[in-house]
């Protein structure tokens, strides 16, 4: 069974950092592109950074480049997520998502879109596997 498990959001200040992790269980495929997402009250849920496990590339939107960062932990199975630099923009609740990735589509297609139509090439309905997300509140 695959399951995906957000932890590690809370409340922080403005300029403040805290790291998300997305633990994953019950994975089989060779590779995945993982993608974390964020959904603020009375907007849409976005995606913000993405990672293809099979090569570790890394693919971010224009919002949090510079400040955030997306990793994996092979070795725990876990996909994490470093927020530097904390805006109260960033207020919103944190998902993680999965797909089994063969050809790069999701993960570098995805972004390939972002940079030259302004919006990702994959929605949250590519997605096949979704943690329940854990909030993040910044305060300024």
């Known amino acids: 069974q695959v399951q995906l498990v957000e932890s590690g959001g809370g409340s922080v200040q403005a300029g403040g950092s805290v790291t998300l992790s997305c633990a994953a269980s019950g994975f089989t495929h060779d590779s995945y592109c993982f993608g974390w997402w964020r959904q603020a009250p009375g907007k849409e849920r976005e995606q913000i950074a993405a990672l293809y496990t099979g090569t570790d590339s890394t693919y971010y939107a224009n919002s949090v480049k510079g400040r955030f960062t997306i990793s994996q932990d092979n070795a725990k199975n876990t996909v994490y997520l470093q927020m530097n630099s904390l805006k109260p923009d960033d207020t919103a609740m944190y998902y993680c998502?999965?797909?089994?990735?063969?050809?790069?589509?999701?993960?570098?297609?995805?972004?390939?879109?972002?940079?030259?139509?302004?919006?990702?090439?994959?929605?949250?309905?590519?997605?096949?596997?979704w943690g329940r997300g854990t909030q993040v509140t910044v305060s300024s």
């Open positions: 998502a999965a797909v089994e990735e063969n050809n790069g589509a999701y993960c570098s297609g995805g972004y390939r879109h972002l940079r030259e139509y302004g919006y990702w090439g994959v929605t949250a309905e590519d997605y096949d596997y």
